[in-house]
């Protein structure tokens, strides 16, 4: 039997996805009535961070123990990764003494490698491509606060990252509209954006893209590893700011979400991300919840 792995959201079936969605609002209302439930009982997480964290870090960790399991952290310092140990002979080891493996890091192609190598589940926590984990708890923060986000029109601001490429392919997924507003030079990948066809549509006016919008997203304008950009990017993402004049033009109800961290008054005002039409606390949250209904999916095959 194949075994799964999840890089990009395009890894499983529509229809997965949404149950995966739906399994997370279940294990928080589990979560939140005290009921035990430990599918994972001794199974083991390894957690690979070339890249720091806070939210992933702390969800992986607390959805096993929740779960009934373990999970050991592991960063390039910690192991021989850092001192020049192949990316393959590490999969091939860890993936024989644990019995999942989430990875962290900047390189995609990197990620591809090391899950060719693996014995077991290995899931994309972030990489400079793509960051699947956080759409699944931004979907779930979608449906719990509006229902089902099929047919609805999600507005992207802000720079082309691996953010931005994880909504083009839950737009595919979710069948939704996004509109993406980056300036010229910033746009997603281009292979990424013609897959998506007619869900995604690209322009460079922020303005356009949230008029009528049910869901306004944005990140930082400067990622990890981006920081010697940082006084650039400030002056082309200028006009790209979400902040209430911004969100006026979207639905009366529309939310806004940040996958955090953010930076006040630069790519997002405190008005809009500490105001009521913001969910990003919620959004933050439900990292730990959607993770834990793809852990138990992954290594046990869904609920128990």
Same mark, same amino acid.
């Given at each position: +039997? ?221 990622? +990890? ?31 806004? +979400? ?47």
């Amino acid at each position: +039997m194949a075994i799964q792995h999840f890089l990009t959201l395009l890894d499983l079936p529509a229809d997965e996805l949404r149950q995966l969605v739906l399994r997370a609002i279940d294990l928080k209302t589990l979560q939140r009535q005290g009921k035990i439930y430990e599918p994972l009982k001794n199974k083991v997480l390894g957690m690979l961070f070339e890249k720091s964290s806070t939210r992933t870090r702390v969800s992986f960790e607390a959805g096993m123990a929740q779960f009934g399991g373990s999970a050991i952290f592991l960063s390039p310092q910690d192991t021989q990764l850092g001192r020049g140990e192949p990316i393959e002979d590490t999969a091939r080891v860890l993936s024989r003494m644990v019995d999942c493996l989430m990875v962290r890091t900047f390189s995609h192609s990197m990620l591809e490698r090391f899950a060719a190598y693996s014995r077991v589940p290995v899931i994309n926590a972030l990489t400079d491509s793509y960051h699947p984990c956080q759409l699944l708890a931004d979907i779930q923060t979608y449906f719990e606060h509006r229902g089902d986000i099929q047919g609805r029109t999600v507005a992207w601001i802000g720079d082309g990252n691996n953010m931005c490429q994880s909504y083009i392919n839950a737009a595919c997924q979710f069948d939704f509209q996004l509109r993406i507003a980056t300036p010229v030079g910033y746009e997603p990948d281009s292979i990424i954006l013609q897959a998506a066809g007619e869900r995604a549509q690209i322009m460079t006016d922020p303005r356009e893209a949230t008029k009528g919008a049910d869901l306004v997203v944005t990140d930082v304008w400067t990622s +990890m590893g981006q920081e010697k950009e940082k006084l650039r990017r400030l002056q082309d993402f200028a006009d790209y700011q979400i902040n209430s004049k911004l969100m006026a033009l979207a639905q009366e109800d529309a939310l806004f +979400m940040h996958c955090l961290p953010a930076h006040r008054d630069e790519e997002v005002t405190a008005e809009v991300i500490d105001g009521s039409q913001s969910v990003v606390w919620d959004e933050a949250e439900n990292r730990l919840y959607a993770q834990k209904a793809l852990l138990e999916k992954l290594l046990v095959g869904g609920p128990q």
